[in-house]
């Protein structure tokens, strides 16, 4: 099956065949934070994610949409490496962060700082609030000084809306938040040891709808502080919170470009098909 890609103006996202001269036009776009080109990724000998190339903004928050099983969330966890703790998994082709590859001898742990990585389900640490916090600060060695550590509990915990319902409870057990707070608070986690990239995975998919409205407009808040890539299956949230969308099917990027594009006028039928409901 011969994978298809669309191209689409490079001041905002880009997806693009592999030649040397389209190449050398993308790196020099300063809007781009993080681009894979050519990835393939293996679940021992099934080819999970194709021959596919995109580019994530600084400045836009980038939906990947398509039906279950079509590799959305194995292309994601690969700006991060997180696949690397699947034994079987294996990943071919180029990603780099702001022109390094992340691919091979970049370290792990500071890649994982760089690039910061919000899971499905609410996942706070079993301690208190303030310590799930600072575990990635301590981690890393980012603050030691008591003051230093509090600037940042509370700085994180405003940017996510947190810092009202829980500053006078810090030392309270995390699983006592709701569901709503604790993915919040995984936000601020994930945020507290300053990130350039945030990529989240269905990030709203556990939540009731009040809780999904907080997170999103969350999202807003930090879109152009942080680039940002998100996987749903909800189109109406891609359509909501994202600036560019990229659809995947079988493995196969098929579309990308402005959310606005993909919903109104999608280029290919197969994305028409997948925006109104006909498979998926």
């Known amino acids: ?10 001041s905002t996202f880009s997806v693009t065949s592999l030649t040397e001269a389209r190449d050398t036009e993308i790196e020099s776009d300063t809007s781009i934070k993080m681009s894979a080109r050519d990835v393939d990724v293996y679940y021992g000998e099934v080819c999970a994610v194709q021959k596919v190339s995109l580019d994530i903004s600084r400045e836009n928050v980038t939906a990947l949409i398509g039906p279950s ?15 690397d703790d699947i034994t079987e998994c294996r990943v071919e082709g180029s990603i780099t962060l ?27 640490f079993p301690m208190s609030i ?19 550590l509090d600037a940042i509990v509370e700085k994180s915990l405003r940017s996510t809306g947190l810092w009202e319902e829980v500053a006078d409870r810090l030392d309270s057990p995390a699983n006592r938040l709701s569901g ?36 999103e407009d969350l999202i807003g808040e930090l879109r152009g502080r942080y680039a940002i890539a998100i996987v749903t ?48």
Do not use: W
Not at 233 to 259: C, D, K, M, W, Y
């Open 69 to 83: 099983g079509c590799g959305k969330s194995t292309l994601l966890r690969c700006f991060n490496r997180m696949n």
């Open 1 to 10: 099956m011969v994978n298809q890609i669309m191209a689409f103006p490079r």
């Open 233 to 280: 299956h909800n189109l109406q949230q891609a359509a909501r919170v994202s600036q560019q969308t990229a659809f995947l099917h079988l493995g196969h990027l098929i579309e990308a470009g402005p959310t606005s594009e993909i919903f109104t006028n999608p280029k290919e039928q197969r994305t028409s098909d997948y925006i109104t409901g006909r498979f998926g």
């Open 130 to 148: 303030e310590d799930n916090v600072l575990y990635g600060v301590r981690l890393h060695g980012l603050a030691r000084r008591r003051a230093e």
């Open 98 to 124: 702001d022109g390094e590859s992340i691919l091979g001898d970049m370290d792990v742990v500071e890649l994982r700082a760089r690039v910061g990585m919000v899971f499905q389900k609410p996942n706070p």
């Open 180 to 215: 709503g707070q604790q993915q919040r608070l995984c936000i601020a986690r994930a945020l507290a040891i300053e990130p350039e990239v945030i990529l989240m995975d269905e990030p709203c998919s556990a939540l009731d709808p009040i809780a999904t409205a907080r997170v």
